[in-house]
């Protein structure tokens, strides 16, 4: 059947080349399907065993198992190892097998039933076994509800593993009936061959008593030495715990002390329902947890106040809670030290560190442990606890200097501790002194005595004091052996006579571990002694000469030893005392009548005691006539003095000074240096900035005082606080003469340097000198450096001009204020004259250059401006046609006869002279006006004019030499041509200003008539040739007008020009009565005219 079976696959499979793809696919699955099954069903018929797997638990045996046919009753199965030539019969499917050693190993199982046996084979190795260790048991879980706390128990059955091995338990905790996971632990451990029972605690982070917390457990075990599947053991049973309450509401937990900073869990156990909660005055969601139960959850929680921080749950019948304290562990003791102050009793103190923020029971607690002794002590607080230091008193033990001590920390979050090792007698740290006293031994020495409470018998004492006075402070060292009774003295010498002093004193031992404190200050004040100097004196003759002034200074306290009652001056000479005087002390003076002979003056003070050595200072002043008044250099806040060396100055040298400004006696205050110095800095509280002070130094020889060097200074020279006084003394046109005064020494305030001069143009009044200093161009600026001159002339200055003088002085401290006037220069009259004649002289100079150029031009001159009138006779408009006059044989220029005029036609276009329609012109020889043509209109003028005929003498030189009068006789020129205008066409107008000639048309001869003013009014108003009606306005002899070179010629021109430049006739006067022309308007021409006909 088998065989049929695979021979029908050949037959299918080339059947299925037809098929489609996806039936193709179908078929093969079909077929791997049916395969298996028949393969299976023909495995069970045979009863062949399959799927050998083993397991082992414990290391040392395996647990063998496969998989047999499901008819299998009555099977029989015997399992043979070839390596242990052994075989182990079953009627189950699995079997155990002692642990086989590492390697392949062979395995048959031989199933013997009815349908036959068939056996299998199998290849074991140790790599192909699982290890799973058998499921661990808990033995005991209790819970420690106060700090929610479970503790679990476990036995580890190490006894059933042939060798130790490493154990990892995993430990798995369940919270609630729901069995909610609360988290998964590990804990590792080791076999050892033996059983071993284990604990393990674990806090909850909420309180146990506010659900059922479940915990099962499970192994992993690491054997080196087996290499097969290590995994891990089955979970053991769970045990659960819970907290029986009754029906009353509690809040766990209760008054818990928490760590600031970490989270915390608070629930409610209740019967009825919770509506909420809130920690402080904020709300927290709520965790439901079995049946009524609730939990809230804080955060991060800060510090709690002093009363903690409340958590209320709130019902609608009542309200529970419970309160939280939030605080820190306490922190390490810091700066443990241990000393004595008596050596009776030891004090430690140490500084607490942070603050844990826990108050009353739940603060922290101090004990103080010694090793040695086994004695503790332990703190007692009193006050609110802070981060000073605090102390502890440990009573000594006899004969003990060593000493361990242990201080321990504690409060509910933890304890600290610090730890000490001293030698008690090192560390000594002696009380105040007490009973502190000073007593007089004698003018420089006192007793000291003070008591130290103590038992320092064994030790030695070092002790400090301090002394104080009005020249300074000094320490002194004391080595004092200790005694019991606590009383100490000693004595304090080297001190000043008469002076207050101010004592105190410390104590510590020669360890010097630490000083105590400054008993409290004593003053005393010792017992006068005898002065221990002279007075420092001086001498003056008065300024009469007469009497000799001797001054001195106060003894200083250190010098005088005492209060000084009075002075004792007296005058000698070879060692005869002349005079002596008792002065008391308030005064530091005394004059004495002397003559000029030398004398010897002496000092001496007094006291209570005695008196001091004297003073002495020689009468004789030694004149030097060779001395120069200086100026010193200022260093610092004092004058600056230095001079050469003089070996005769055997005894010192005295340097006086005062203020030279101020009247009387000059002396505020002297200094004497010794005589191997040569330089000295003179320094005073009296000293003032811009106050001139005079120096002089004295050198002392035993013959008496000469005066070396006489120096002013300044101690700090300021700028003047005036301005010099200046006048003008005299003013000028170009100068002016200024002259100022001195400044006052009080005023100047320094040295003077010099003087700045400003001026410049100015009016009073005016802003102008504003910005001196600014470097103005229109300002002149003189610097005077040399202080002697007292005048200044300013020159080069403008006459009557005004100019704005300034003044200013200056010093190496500054300018000095400004003192101004207004000054008016003087008219320089000079320039005035020297201003008139020059425009005069250029005048004539222009004038007379102007006459000769002319002169020597006059050519060019007359051609361009006056050019020669032409002559009639070459004029070609006077040839006229023959039809214009008939009658007439031979038409000659100047025609007696009359003739019919042409009309003249005046075109006008300038629209601001006046047109004329018709204008009738009367010829001075017509008997009648002939009436024009019509003008045409709007654009010419017809004038009717007629040529007068004129008779006139001329004045003949020739003739008048031959005795015979000549008659020559003028006309008109008559203009014939007559330009028609074409009708309609217009003609161009000419400017008003043309003077140029216009022709004349039909003019007829009328006879000589008088002017007539209505003609004349008219004859104004042209702009162009205006005809010549009045004859007797007429130049009969004129220079210019033309004549005929023959004087027989009929044909005679009058003085009517061509030119239409020419003014001849033209304009003639208007006053009939007016003297005639006798040709004066042409002189000037004729001035560059050289000929007299053209």
Known sequence: MDVCFCWRWPSQMVRSKRMKASSYVQWLLSSMILFCLMDQVTGQRKGVPRGLKCVTRNLEVWDCSWKAPSVSNGTVYEVCIKSRDHCYKSVKPNIQIPALLPGDHEVTIYPQNDFGSSPSKFILNEENISFIPDAPEILDLSAEFPTDTLHVVWNDRGSVFPRHANVTWQIRLLRKKRMEAVALMAYNSTLNGQDTVHHWNWTSDMPLQCATHHVEMRCYIDDPQFHGHKEWSGWSPLKSISWSHDSQPKIFPA??????????????????????????????????????????????????????????????????????????????????????????????????????????????????????????????????????????????????????????????????????????????????????????????????????????????????????????????????????????????????????????????????????????????????????????????????????????????????????????????????????SEIPDRQHRAEIQLDRNDYVISVVAQNSVGSSPPSKIASTEIPNDD?????????????????????????????????????????????????????????????????????????????????????????????????????????????????????????????????????????????????????????????????????????????????????????????????????????????????????????????????????????WIKETFYPDIPNPENCKALQFQKSVCEGNNGLKTLEMNPCTPNNVEVLESRSTVPKIEDTEIISPVAEHAVVGSEAEPENHVVVSYCPPIIEEEIPNPAADEAGGPAQVIYIDVQSMYQPQAKPGEDVEAEPAGGSGYKPQMHLPVTPAVEDETAEDDDLDKTAGYRPQANVASWALVSPDSPRSTDSNSEVVSFGSPCSINSRQFLIPPKDEDSPKSSGGGWSFTNFFQNKPND
Not at 300 to 316: A, K, L, P
Not at 762 to 773: D, I, P, W, Y
């Open 627 to 859: 001395l120069k008044v200086e100026q010193a250099v200022r260093m610092g806040k004092g004058i600056f003095l230095r001079w050469n060396h003089d070996p005769n100055m055997t005894c010192d040298y005295v340097i006086k000074w005062c203020n030279s400004s101020r009247p009387g006696p000059c002396l505020m205050d002297w200094k004497k240096v010794p005589s191997d110095r040569t330089e000295a800095i003179i320094e005073s509280a009296q000293f003032r900035p811009g106050v001139r002070y005079r120096f002089f130094l004295y050198g002392c020889a035993h013959q008496g005082y000469r005066l070396l060097r006489s120096v002013i200074g300044y101690i700090e020279e300021l700028a003047p606080v005036v301005a010099p006084n200046f006048t003008v003394e005299d003013t000028s046109a170009d100068s002016i003469l200024v002259k100022w005064e001195d400044i006052p020494v009080e005023e100047l305030r320094g040295f003077l340097r010099g003087y700045v001069f400003y001026f410049g143009k100015g009016e009073q009044g005016t802003s102008k000198m504003r910005g001196l200093e600014s470097g103005r161009a229109d300002i002149k600026v003189k610097n005077i450096t040399d202080v002697s001159q007292k005048t200044l002339r300013i020159a080069d200055l403008q006459g009557k001009t005004s100019y704005h003088l300034v003044l200013r002085a200056y010093t190496d401290g500054g300018m000095g204020p400004e003192k101004s006037m207004y000054v008016v220069t003087k008219e320089n009259s000079v320039g005035l004259i020297i201003a008139i004649l020059i425009p005069v002289a250029v005048a004539v100079i222009v004038g007379v250059v102007t006459s000769i150029l002319c002169y020597r031009k006059r050519e």
């Open 255 to 580: 008054d818990k002390v928490v760590l600031v900073g970490s989270n915390i869990t608070v629930c409610c156990v209740i019967q009825e329902k919770v509506l909420s909660a809130q920690i402080g005055n904020s709300n927290c969601p709520l965790i439901h947890l079995d049946g009524e139960n609730v939990a809230i959850k804080i955060y991060n929680i800060s510090v709690s106040e002093s009363s903690g921080t409340n958590v209320i749950f709130n019902t609608d019948n009542s309200l529970a809670g419970t309160v939280i304290f939030a605080g820190y562990p306490p922190d390490t003791p810091k700066n443990l030290s241990c000393e004595t102050h008596d050596l009776k009793e030891i004090v430690c103190t140490w500084s607490p560190g942070r603050l844990t923020g826990l108050l009353g029971p739940r603060n922290t607690s101090y004990t103080l442990y010694e090793s040695f002794s086994g004695k503790n002590v332990t703190f007692k607080r009193t006050e609110e606890p802070t981060n000073e230091s605090y102390q502890l008193m440990f009573q000594m033990t006899p004969k003990q200097e060593i000493y361990n001590f242990t201080l321990n920390a504690r409060n509910p979050l933890g304890q600290a501790e610090s730890t000490i090792l001293v030698n008690i007698t090192t560390r000594v740290s002696p009380h105040t002194p007490t009973s502190f006293k000073v007593k007089d031994a004698n003018s420089t020495a006192v007793t000291l005595s003070w008591r130290l409470p103590g038992n320092f018998a064994k030790i030695t004492l070092s002790c400090q004091i301090e002394i104080k006075s009005h020249s300074g402070q000094e320490l002194r060292n004391a080595t004092i052996a200790g005694v019991d009774n606590s009383s100490y003295l000693t004595a304090v010498d080297k001190l000043h006579p008469y002076t207050n002093y101010t004592f105190r004193i410390r104590c510590a031992t020669e360890t010097l571990w630490k000083w105590s404190n400054w008993a409290p200050e004593k003053q005393h004040l010792t017992l006068e002694g005898i002065p221990s100097k002279g007075p420092d004196t001086w001498r003056e003759w008065s300024s009469d000469g007469k009497n000799l002034i001797i001054y001195w200074k106060p003894l200083s306290m250190s010098e005088a030893n005492g209060r000084i009652l009075s002075y004792n001056v007296s005058c000698s000479s070879k060692e005869e005392i002349l005079s002596l």
